[in-house]
């Protein structure tokens, strides 16, 4: 049995997540197409500071097309296998919607699915879970990559945190209800998932509104939204951008910051940290 709750307070939060993306269509163009990169990357990753790893085998930026399973199963599964060859006590993350390959995924020992689909694509992905003993991220959507970002999605009549937070409240009673530890499920407000820009924004300003914050994880990591203020369009130049946001999440006690640049995020906690402010 993983024990999420026992992970998140073992070392100081927000504890950092570091992206691993398998796919060859990232939004970042941070990616890693074979097994050997992406192992890479991993280790790059732990070498910086992160605290576990979230490997990714289907990109679901907006405007993506659905992953056949088995795909993203052979380009998946060899990247946890390896990493946990080196590490073997190694947290890693495995952030899918498919069923065949959260099960492939536990089995091959990842102890955290993180489904972006919110459960809506796969229930079943609650059930494997539990099964497994193994811990749930929760990331609210709408629809589905390719088409979250139509305005039917992007519509929150009673306000964007308190629609957000009562669908995902929805997603967890239905994990739970599979045998899915409450204590076990971890949420994330799903920044740039069926959410305008000025949405992504309320949102962060209201974020306490989801969860309690040692509860939530937060993926800002060079979004698309970060480009709207700034006016940078290419994602890889968003560093500054989502270093500022993440370390102001870190600041209102986020227990979890899933990113692409560990180093930078790890070494400014570091100083936050020195100086007392966190």
């Known amino acids: 049995m993983f024990d999420l709750t026992g992970f998140l307070k073992n070392t100081p939060s927000p504890k950092i997540m570091g992206i691993v993306n398998t796919t060859a269509e990232s939004f970042s163009r941070e990616h890693c197409p074979t097994a050997d990169s992406a192992l890479a990357r991993g280790l790059a990753h732990l070498d910086c500071g992160a605290d576990l790893l979230d490997i990714g085998g289907e990109s679901t930026r907006p405007g993506a097309k ?100 009562d669908e995902l409240a929805a997603a967890r009673e239905k994990a739970c209800a599979a045998g899915v530890k409450k204590s076990n499920i971890m949420l994330d407000p799903g920044f740039g998932f069926a959410k305008t820009p000025e949405q992504n924004w309320e949102l962060i300003e209201e974020v306490e509104k989801i969860d309690d914050p040692g509860n939530l994880l937060i993926g800002v990591s060079r979004k698309s939204f970060l480009g709207f203020l700034t006016g940078e369009s290419d994602p890889a130049r968003r560093g500054g951008e989502t270093l500022a946001l993440e370390l102001i999440m870190a600041v209102r006690k986020i227990g979890m910051i899933r990113t692409h640049a560990v180093r930078e995020l790890h070494n400014a906690l570091m100083v936050m940290r020195k100086t007392g402010v966190l």
Do not use: F, Q, W
């Open 66 to 165: 659905e992953c056949s399973g088995d795909l993203e199963m052979n380009r998946v599964l060899p990247v946890v296998r390896n990493l946990l060859k080196v590490h073997p006590e190694l947290v890693i993350s495995v952030d899918t919607r498919h069923k065949e390959v959260a099960k492939a995924a536990l089995l091959a020992g990842a102890k955290i699915i993180n489904d972006v689909s919110m459960l809506r694509h796969s229930p079943e992905i609650a059930d494997l879970v539990a099964e497994n003993g193994a811990a749930l991220i929760l990331s609210h959507s709408r629809g589905t990559p390719e088409n979250m970002n139509d305005p039917e999605y992007c519509t929150y009549p009673a306000g964007v945190a308190r629609m957000v937070a």
